[in-house]
């Protein structure tokens, strides 16, 4: 059973930084793809960032250059660096999984996910 917790939000000003971090539990992290989405108010759940299990990455056109993912397979652990924040940063951040190779596999179950709200 797939377990994603997300954790790491709060309220920030524009301009800060925030760190999130995601542990993962009942896949083999080393192999999977983990992902960031995020989900504003009255918007669609739509995708930041990825990273492959070999480190490869991509990122939304509205958070290149700011915001930076990357993972510790010996910790499960996905993590999202946010660097200037914009306060249309402001969402619902969730963490999820996929096998290599299938872009369309994301996991079904979602976490509770972490709220992060930047202020003008």
């Known amino acids: 059973q797939v377990q994603l917790v997300e954790s790491g939000g709060g309220l920030v000003q524009a301009g800060e930084s925030l760190r999130l971090s995601c542990k993962a539990s009942?896949?083999?992290?080393?192999?999977?793809?983990m992902g960031w989405f995020r989900q504003a108010p009255g918007k669609q759940r739509e995708l930041v960032a990825t990273?492959?299990?070999?480190?490869?990455?991509t990122y939304a056109d509205s958070v290149k250059g700011r915001f930076t993912i990357s993972r510790d397979n010996a910790k499960n652990t996905v993590y999202l660096e946010m660097n200037s924040l914009k306060p249309e940063d402001t969402a619902v951040y969730y963490c999820?999984?996929?096998?290599?190779?299938?872009?369309?596999?994301?996991?079904?179950?979602w976490g509770q996910g972490t709220q992060v709200t930047v202020s003008s």
């Open positions: 990273i492959t299990n070999s480190g490869s990455t």
């Open positions: 999820n999984t996929r096998r290599p190779g299938a872009p369309d596999s994301w996991n079904a179950y």
């Open positions: 009942g896949i083999i992290f080393s192999i999977n793809v």
